[in-house]
């Protein structure tokens, strides 16, 4: 699991709760995974706080469009906003789609729903950038469980341990004492020639030098 802090919403709400989806039995998404729409709106709330105090949304656009064979497309722009430390940061924005008239059985039909539906089909969109389902989009699950551990993109290079590098006023008393208790040759005179020495350790030396004789 990462610890990078950018992941942490992401890594709350990236993977749907398995009674919160249904297997696709139909259509060109046939064997993928639905998620519960009601689902996403409960993983926003509880990442950021309600909503239009934690997080908000408002619709730019609906518009529609002419499909094959007199069918109605409808099409929803819809942009979403959250707050992270008490500040509320930019927009970003999700569009969706439904159908408003199709062919059933033959004939046109129309559906009174078809605006609703692709408004909740952009705020699934909008809500993949802050990680929403993301494992899902992500082909990590195979209609029972998560098959790995995608808390991270990228593989960050773990920092090197600080080099703690020995004072060199310790080194040079300590090479002083070794060379003094080694060799009785290494004189007081001689150590104060051979070592650059503080003239607190040349005190501590003239104890060490009274205590060896």
Known sequence: MSTNSNLSVWNKVSQAPNHFLKTIEFGYLKGKSDINPQWRLMAMTQAYGQVGHGWTYRIVR???????????????????????????????????????CQIANSKLKSNDEGYKMATTDALSVAFKAVGVAADIYLGNFDGSKYKFDYSAAYNEPVPPKPVVLPDLEEVREQGAIDAMKSDPKWTLDRIKKTYSLTPKQLKRFEEVSSNAA
């Open 62 to 100: 609906l518009w529609s469009e002419t499909g094959a064979d007199g069918q109605m497309m409808a099409f929803s722009e819809v942009a979403v906003k959250t707050k992270v430390d008490g500040e509320w940061g930019e927009d970003f924005s999700g569009i969706g789609g439904s159908m408003i």
